[in-house]
């Protein structure tokens, strides 16, 4: 039986490296040797037990790869090719994603539809963070890289670079539009570039940490905002002349970072939220506006599917977005324990790592 080397989710406070079994294929399946995969702020929840999976999961769900096998019916691929599978791994034929919602590809339960569906790498199904990963629904998740990108170039496609700009589409940024965006780390960052994309000529970028402040100008904020230096909400609202924001973006998961969202909101302006949440959040009277305000209050999962895979890389190849500086460390997969360490504590100015398991 060939076995290879996974990093599993053991119990809270303790992901470990373990010996799997490597998957089989079946007839929609392929099997992809992990090249480069990296560690994503939901595996740090997993790993402090916020987000619940089984014990003995295989965690991660960013991989770039090369297939090994490729399961009897599937089509249009071939052995050895360079690939990609996005985070969210839709079948294309569900209720869902025939409803153009492919993230929330679950299978409907007696206790009705499953949030989260669409999210199975790492969180239903063993995840990358592997030698190897088998991928479900291969001819619709998987998207073959360019031979001129790198791994780390398109690294971010498969969560982080997605997930940040939905947070921008969901918010419907328009050409013009004012946007702050609460937290600069990977998905906030990129937020920032996805808001820019979208025609926004005002990005404000609001965080702790000056490294990635400056960071942010780099992926196209025009002000920064140092929560140390003060309120973010007064600032903000001082930079925009007591107009607020059409937009805020939240890509923090925090009670705080929500409500300083709605308190810089313009009337009728959004708030979308991308933010992994552990507990409950509230609305505050104030930042409501008693429900007279016009806001929208949107969320988002990041879209997967080869066609989104294949729009993300092309923006990465055509220059506009480099992310590449993202990937701020590299670890070989048998130091993932040491990885997650340094990315869960943002040590050594880490942003993103990238590991390598061969």
């Known amino acids: 039986m060939a076995m290879m080397k996974a990093a599993v989710f053991v119990e809270k406070d303790r992901i470990e490296l373990d010996e799997k079994k490597i998957p089989d294929v079946g007839p929609k399946d392929a099997l992809i040797r992990v090249t480069t995969t990296t560690i994503c702020g939901t595996d740090v929840h997993i790993l402090k037990a916020e987000y619940p999976v089984a014990a003995g999961l295989t965690v991660g769900h960013e991989p770039v790869g090369i ?15 360079r690939v990609i599978a996005g985070a969210i791994t839709p079948s294309g034929v569900s209720n869902a994603c025939l409803c153009g919602q492919h993230s929330q590809d679950g299978a409907g339960t007696a206790h009705g539809f499953k949030p989260m569906g669409g999210w199975r790498f790492g969180n239903t199904i063993d995840g990358c963070q592997a030698e190897y990963l088998l991928v479900p629904d291969a ?31 969901s918010g419907r940024i328009r050409i013009g539009d004012t946007v702050a965006i609460f937290a600069q780390g990977p998905i906030g960052l990129c937020a ?78 959004t708030l979308s939220s991308l933010g992994v949440y552990s507990g409950d959040i509230t609305i505050p009277l104030s930042g409501f506006h008693a429900g007279l305000g016009d806001n929208t209050i949107v969320t988002s999962l990041c879209p997967g599917g080869k066609e989104r895979m294949r729009r993300l890389m092309s923006v990465i190849a055509s220059g506009r977005v480099d992310l590449n500086a993202m990937v701020t460390h590299e670890r070989k997969l048998d130091d993932i324990v040491e990885a997650y360490d340094l990315f869960a504590n943002q040590r050594d100015g880490v942003l993103k790592v990238a590991i390598k398991p061969h």
Do not use: W
């Open 67 to 81: 297939i090994e096998k490729l399961g009897s019916a599937v089509e249009g691929y071939a052995e050895g090719q």
């Open 192 to 269: 920032t570039a996805g808001a820019k994309l979208m025609g926004a000529t005002r990005i404000i970028a609001v965080d702790g940490n000056r490294q990635r402040l400056d960071f942010a100008r780099k992926m196209g904020a025009d002000d920064v905002v140092d929560i140390n230096d003060g309120n973010p909400v007064d600032r903000i609202m001082e930079l925009t002349d007591g107009r607020g924001v059409d937009v805020a973006i939240e890509a923090l998961g925090l009670q705080q970072t929500f409500e300083n969202c709605l308190h810089v909101l313009r009337p009728g302006g």
């Open 139 to 169: 001819e619709a998740n998987l998207a073959p890289v360019p031979d001129d990108l790198t791994d780390e170039q398109v690294l971010m496609c498969p969560d982080i670079m997605s997930t940040g700009f939905a947070g921008a589409e």
